[in-house]
């Protein structure tokens, strides 16, 4: 497995090889859920290039930035051990070079400022830099994301348009836990209780994918939040019933042939989020 830490070394080699790339851009604090986009790059026989760098501009939070978990060495161990190619691993100098030109600085509408960018000002703008700044870099034919970050995913397709750019966006389902909670970096943040009740939120996704069609949606809702009552570790942000399209709330079940729920909840100073296709 090779390391670069530059654009051009990084360039230099991907363009001596003249093989098909596959992309997997990440912050490290690697879990299953990474190595999975690293495997499926691998089974269709793709060049895998993993990215590490924790991106200042996409936490609106710095208390989250600052905390955010490192380890440089376990992340590379754990990508060599599912045969990654390259990794790269810039600085923020190195990534942020030209980071005032306004071509990187894209606007996203409503997609940008609803849900977690209606919690999260500037997150999405955030993330559409600094993946249009590493497309550039790496140049990938296929790029992988997971579903758990449902909204930035939709956020990285509508890039890829923007950009013109002819890059195929690959997503693939939620990596859970035993329990059903969605693997995440800020899952080892939680302490023990936090961690048990954090499962509330899966069960509020299966509560609504077993009762979409059959309640309403105000109906629905209220029992989610029923539920979070018995979980006092966590605090609801948002729960909602939306069209994954648009990312707008449905009033009723029948409003859109492919309803997904979406949800984000405090445990702590740590906030969670999932989603789930109800059909």
Known sequence: MKIVKTKAELQRTLQELKLKIGFVPTMGALHDG????VGESKKRELYTVASIFVNPTQFNDPKDYEKYPIDTDADLD????????????????????????????HDFDHLERAYEGAYRPGHFRGVGQVVHLLFEAVRPDVAFFGEKDFQQLQVIRALVKKMEADIEIVGLPTVREDDGLAMSSR?????PAQREQSVMLYRSLKLAKERHGKESVPAIKAHVEQ????????????????????????DSVDACAHPHA??????????????MALA
């Open 34 to 37: 990474h190595l999975s986009l």
């Open 78 to 105: 754990e990508l060599s051990s599912v045969e990654c190619d390259l990794v790269f691993l810039p600085s923020r100098d190195e990534i942020y070079s030209d980071q005032n030109d306004p071509k990187y600085l």
């Open 187 to 191: 899952n080892r943040r939680l302490n």
């Open 227 to 250: 539920l979070f009552e018995q979980a006092p570790e966590l605090r609801l942000e948002y729960f909602d019933i939306i069209d994954p399209e648009r990312f707008e709330s449905l």
């Open 262 to 275: 979406v949800i984000a909840a405090y445990a702590g100073e740590v906030r969670l989020i999932d989603n």
